[in-house]
């Protein structure tokens, strides 16, 4: 079916490390997709986001990327910090739509100092 | 530049009863979208309008309900609640142009007794 899955429920960094949140879609036709971090009492917060045109996407110590061959896009964060614990959603969308998107479950991304 | 503003933040109710939700978009952003957001089912597409007209609705039954104003300002009803309506509700908006993110608001919590 159509869905959007992560591949870790949880992720326990030490602060400074580099962080890798993983992704799966199942959607082929999906051409957009998007990370989001909530922290709670929080709504999302938009982090990055990357079309299907695109490979590689760098932000601020954030950095994107899709495999389209196997359908798995991932989240990079560099010299992570405690501010970055969070849950990790990341998101697809299709035909154009960046309103209409289907979330993961999300991951728990946890930093200790 | 204000976020996108959601009031209330929580709400009690009573099964049966009905409520209405708001939300003030990013200035400037036409297109507001609602989600839901429950543990158990993750973060849920409700409907989006843009322009005062609903242009896309997510599969929940038609208790749900929302409209736009011409102000780009939105509210989403729900009626004859039940105890499985318990969730976060989040409001996001978007300029609808092409390459632009949602932005999310903090949500209202709906509590149903």
């Known amino acids: 079916g159509e869905s959007v899955g992560l591949h870790l429920p949880t992720l326990s960094v030490q602060e400074g490390d580099n962080s890798i949140i993983n992704c799966a879609y199942s959607?082929?036709?999906?051409?957009?997709f998007i990370w989001y971090k909530q922290e709670s009492g929080k709504g999302p917060q938009f982090i990055i986001d990357?079309?299907?045109?695109?490979d590689k996407r760098q932000g601020q110590r954030v950095t994107v990327l899709l495999n389209k061959t196997v359908k798995h896009l991932s989240l990079q964060i560099a010299a992570t910090q405690p501010g970055d614990s969070a849950v990790y959603f990341c998101?697809?969308?299709?035909?154009?739509?960046?309103?209409?998107?289907?979330f993961g479950k999300g991951t728990l991304l946890t930093v200790n100092p | 530049k204000a976020g996108v503003t959601q009031t209330p933040r929580y709400l009690i109710k009573t099964r049966g009863q009905q409520v209405t939700l708001s939300c003030s978009p990013i200035?400037?952003?036409?297109?507001v979208s609602w989600y839901q957001q429950t543990p158990g089912q993750g973060l849920q597409f409700l409907f989006e309008?843009?322009?005062?007209?609903?242009?896309n609705k997510g599969n929940f039954p038609g208790r749900f309900s929302g409209r736009q104003f011409s102000n780009s300002r939105s509210e989403m009803n729900v009626s004859t609640l039940e105890l499985g309506d318990s969730a976060l509700y989040l409001c996001?908006?978007?300029?609808?142009?092409?390459?632009?993110?949602?932005?999310f608001g903090n949500g209202t919590r709906l509590t149903v007794t």
């Open positions: 996001a908006s978007s300029p609808a142009t092409a390459n632009s993110p949602l932005h």
């Open positions: 959607n082929s036709a999906s051409d957009y």
């Open positions: 990357i079309r299907s045109n695109m």
């Open positions: 998101a697809e969308g299709r035909g154009g739509s960046n309103y209409k998107l289907t």
């Open positions: 200035s400037g952003h036409r297109s």
């Open positions: 309008y843009f322009s005062e007209t609903q242009r």
